[in-house]
């Protein structure tokens, strides 16, 4: 079983800077896909921002040129750094992983952007 636990959410004033950190554990596996999504209150949960394995990166026009995700293999973790952030950023933001045609989220981390 795969699990996955996101850290690093925290209350930031808008125009700041953070890094979320998503790190996996459980059986070996071949990782396809790693990402981040976030939903805020009456939204649906919508894609940030996804690493693939061999094939590179893809962003959300959002936030394109403010959010960058990136991966460290030796710790099975993925990072989510997200500059520039605005009010509209304030969210529950979950890390994804697919492998092997199945998808495991994370439990979620709170960022809250102040204006």
């Known amino acids: 079983q795969v699990q996955l636990v996101e850290s690093g959410g925290v209350l930031v004033q808008a125009g700041g800077s953070l890094r979320l950190s998503c790190a996996a554990s459980?059986?070996?596996?071949?990782?396809?896909?790693m990402g981040w999504y976030r939903q805020s209150p009456g939204k649906q949960r919508e894609m940030l921002a996804i690493?693939?394995?061999?094939?590179?990166?893809n962003y959300a026009d959002p936030v394109k040129g403010r959010f960058t995700i990136s991966r460290d293999n030796r710790k099975n973790t993925v990072y989510l750094q997200m500059n520039s952030l605005k009010p509209e950023d304030t969210a529950i933001y979950y890390c994804t992983l697919l492998a092997l045609g199945r998808s495991y989220w994370g439990q979620g981390t709170q960022v809250t952007v102040s204006s």
């Open positions: 690493i693939i394995s061999d094939s590179g990166t």
């Open positions: 459980g059986n070996s596996f071949s990782v396809n896909l």
